[in-house]
Every structure is written in C-alpha cells, then in structure tokens.
Nanobody, 116 residues
C-alpha cells in the first residue's frame, strides 16, 4: 500500500531546532517532488518548502534563512531542518509527495509546537 509518514515533530522553545522526516513507501513510484506544508488552527494550509528529484528547492518567505529542505532519493525520504524556530511556526506539518503520474500522496501530519 502507498504510504507517506512524517516524523520528528514535538515541542521546543523559541530559538530551538527540529528536523522533520517524510518517508514514502509501498506502491509510490517515480517521485517528482516532495513538499512540506503547514496548517495552524484557523489558518489555511500553506506551502513551506519543496524539493524536486533533481534537487531544486523553493521556500516560503517566512522560513527563508531558517529552514532547509533536503532529500535522499535512494530512501524516498525528504527532510526539513528547522532552525531558529518561532512561535509563529507552530502548526501541523504535512508532507505531500508528487509523482510523475500526477497523483499526489499526503502524509497524516506531525505537530510542531514552539512555546516558552
């Protein structure tokens, strides 16, 4: 079965760091890109960062200079290194896997909470 699983969320103080992982497995083939979204209570789900199979990256303005997205194609895994975290970063973070066939696959999300 196709499966996308995020991990690495948790509770950290402002200025701290977290590293999220997104692993695709099962019947998911020919991954084109892996994207990170986040959604805070009462807010829309917004794109945070993306990375293509070839390594091209893109970031939301709000996280540039603080977040870094990377990938390991052999493991079908993407990572989101989050540094200098702020309370505004608090949200559920979701991974979306895009395939060459055009079908997207979403993970269940992982909670990230930044609070002192």
């Amino acid at each position: 079965q196709a499966q996308v699983v995020e991990s690495g969320g948790g509770l950290v103080q402002p200025g701290g760091s977290l590293r999220l992982s997104c692993a695709a497995s099962g019947s998911i083939m020919s991954i084109y890109a892996m994207e990170w979204y986040r959604q805070a209570p009462g807010k829309q789900r917004d794109l945070v960062a993306s990375i293509t199979r070839g390594g091209s990256t893109n970031y939301a303005d709000s996280v540039k200079g603080r977040f870094t997205v990377s990938r390991d194609n052999a493991k079908s895994t993407a990572y989101l290194q989050m540094n200098n975290l702020k309370p505004e970063d608090t949200a559920v973070y979701y991974c979306k896997v895009s395939t060459l066939s055009g079908r997207p696959y979403w993970g269940q999300g992982t909670q990230v909470t930044i609070s002192s």
